[in-house]
């Protein structure tokens, strides 16, 4: 079924991305904040590095944002009706610290295939210029993948620091958000985005990826939940959703998944990077 409009799908097709698309309220975004900030607090570190990655284990407000049904309607339209989760990340940037995405293309090293499947960025905080939102070079995911140079420079974001070379920076297109509005882009778009020049933090929660239940990981191993559908193959171990925030199985069962997460992202890499 397709719950987005025609607009919006020739936007996707045309551009390698949809934006903005209204899913909870301010408040709602700032109690799941909350949550966040009370991880942080009563574990510090948890989030951090690569325990950024996968929250939703053990998080039932962000395991309940990941399910969002109007989240998964307009992935649906995208990518048809058996719906996966594979994975989430925090991408936190904090004020007066240097973190920024150098242009890269998610399909690039996270060992997905075929391309079925997409991105959902979601915003926990406002989300704009000043604060360092993401930035899209609209139809650059018409072409093949892209060589990467592996920078590891510092305040970088991503595992290797993986950068796509001559992106025409002034045309790419700010993905201005409000807290509770996401972006859903596509695995081959080239995006990135830049420091963080506010007082306050900018916190997007990136569903990384919804993927449809025909994808292999080809480059290791990916736990994933049934969001909407069957899964027809099987391809993937099911993890479950928590019940409670912080619970130590859970907790467990994030560390293994980002471990294995680890081995796919630094495939054929002799460095590692922070993340
Ligand atoms: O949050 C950011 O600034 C970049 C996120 C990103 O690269 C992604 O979601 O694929």
């Given amino acids: 079924m397709t719950y987005l409009s025609s607009n919006q799908l020739k936007q996707y097709e045309d551009e390698g991305f949809v934006s903005p698309i209204n899913i909870f309220s301010k408040d709602k975004a700032k109690q799941i904040r909350d949550e966040i900030e009370l991880i942080e607090k009563e574990m510090p570190g948890e989030l951090e590095k690569s325990g950024r990655y996968n ?12 399910h969002n049904p109007k989240i998964l309607n307009a992935v649906e339209s995208l990518i048809g009706e058996n719906i996966l989760v594979c994975g989430t990340t925090l991408f936190i940037k904090n004020p007066n610290e240097k973190g920024f995405v150098s242009y890269h293309q998610d399909a690039k090293y996270i060992g997905l295939e075929p391309l079925n499947w997409v991105t959902a960025w979601v915003a926990i905080t406002d989300s704009n210029e000043h604060n360092g939102c993401m930035r899209m070079w609209a139809g650059s995911h018409k072409d093949n993948l892209k060589k990467h140079d592996q920078k590891f420079n510092e305040g970088n974001l991503l595992t290797r620091g993986q950068t796509v070379k001559n992106v025409p920076k002034d045309e ?10 996401m972006s859903l882009h596509h695995p081959t778009v080239v995006h990135g985005s830049d420091l963080n020049k506010s007082d306050d933090r900018r916190i997007g929660f990136v569903i990384q990826s919804y993927i449809g239940s025909n994808i292999k990981q080809v480059l290791g191993k990916n736990g994933v939940q049934i969001a909407r559908g069957k899964d027809e193959y099987n391809f993937h171990e099911t993890i ?5 925030l912080m619970d130590k199985k859970d907790l467990k069962i994030k560390k293994q998944e980002n471990d294995n997460l680890q081995e796919i992202f630094y495939k054929g890499s002799s460095k590692k990077g922070t993340y």
């Fill in 172 to 181: 790419t297109t700010p993905l201005i958000l409000t807290a509770g509005q």
């Fill in 240 to 244: 479950g959703r928590p019940k409670s």
């Fill in 55 to 66: 929250a939703h284990l053990i998080s039932p407000l962000l395991d309940e944002v990941t």
